[in-house]
């Protein structure tokens, strides 16, 4: 319990630092990813489609609740997948869409248990995560290294078994994949991004980064990286400072997002869910990373974002 205390003091001075960092958000990340040509891509059999069936994984998370929500109405075919299938059944009681639930646990599922999860699934989002220091979150091995790194890397290893298998025309494979990860996985140098990696958080999501941008040229998929600010407002499935003082948006639904990793700020937890679903049913919005802050000045229809993926990958629109 002490040690639980001690965490949330630092990411209370993390957090507060976050929102007003000095740096310039415009500056250039050192560490690159390296990109995937979008051009192969863009308009072939890649698109994701209402209809098409989507595993999500972190379903029970705040993000992940609202992206499996948002895709269900929107007509896809949702795969909640989560450890605790009665718990994240009863979040989704009355609320409809069509949604199925698959019991997984990352940490001792192997690949070919995630394989079986996710056969003739067309996108796969990743919406896992644990808290950045040592929490009672961590108990049962539920680490930033086993749960940012190693289950991203199983799902990736799954997504290999199943997509070897069909070919390129294939509905079966997998076409898309979103990794949902956080601002300073290219700053972790920098505070106070380096304050919250001391427990290696970051590493980890950057690691699994990478691992996706690889895994997408080798098995021919399109990926999309999202780097949220800190996740605030509900739902609250998580222990952090967000969580205990009740930090709300401020009931606006404007977002800036910026190719990379400058951006600074909270990011509202429904505004991330709405940004990734509408990464995921661009057509246009592929093997492209980007950071996702609020900004109420800056209100998006579905047309202006689908322009700004658009700019993102350097189609003129």
Request: net charge neutral.
């Amino acid at each position: 319990m002490f040690s639980c205390r001690i965490a949330l003091v630092i990411a209370f001075f993390v957090a507060a630092a976050i929102p007003c960092s000095p740096f310039s958000p415009s500056a250039s990340p050192r560490n690159k990813l390296k990109r995937v040509s979008s051009s192969s891509s863009l308009f072939s059999a890649k698109f994701l489609n209402p209809g098409d069936s989507i595993a999500v994984f972190g379903a029970s998370g705040g993000v992940g609740q609202l992206i499996c929500g948002k895709l269900a109405n929107a007509g896809f075919k949702v795969v909640a997948c989560t450890r605790d299938t009665a718990k994240t059944q009863e979040s989704f009681r009355g609320k409809g869409g069509d949604i199925s639930f698959a019991k997984i646990d990352l940490i001792s599922a192997n690949e070919r248990e995630i394989s079986d999860v996710i056969t003739a699934c067309q996108g796969v989002v990743i919406a896992t995560g644990t808290t950045a220091f040592p929490t009672t979150k961590w108990r049962g091995g539920n680490t930033p290294i086993q749960i940012d790194l190693e289950a991203t890397k199983k799902i990736l290893s799954a997504i290999h078994r199943i997509n070897r298998e069909l070919d390129e025309s294939d509905e079966g494979r997998v076409k898309k994949v979103l990794l949902l990860t956080s601002i300073g996985t290219q700053r972790r140098e920098q505070f106070p991004f380096l304050v919250l990696n001391l427990f290696k958080v970051l590493d980890c999501k950057r690691a699994a980064e990478e691992a996706l941008v690889e895994a997408s040229e080798n098995d021919k998929f399109t990926h999309v990286i999202v780097r949220p600010g800190r996740l605030i407002g509900g739902p609250w499935t998580n222990y952090d400072l967000a969580r205990l003082f009740k930090i709300e948006n401020q009931g606006g639904e404007g977002v800036e997002m910026e190719v990379g990793d400058g951006l600074v700020g909270d990011a509202s937890r429904d505004r991330v869910a709405q940004v990734c679903f509408a990464a995921l049913a661009s057509p246009v919005c592929s093997n492209v990373d980007f950071s996702v802050v609020d900004d109420d000045k800056r209100r998006m229809d579905e047309d202006e974002m689908g322009a700004s993926f658009g700019k993102m990958v350097g189609l003129e629109v």
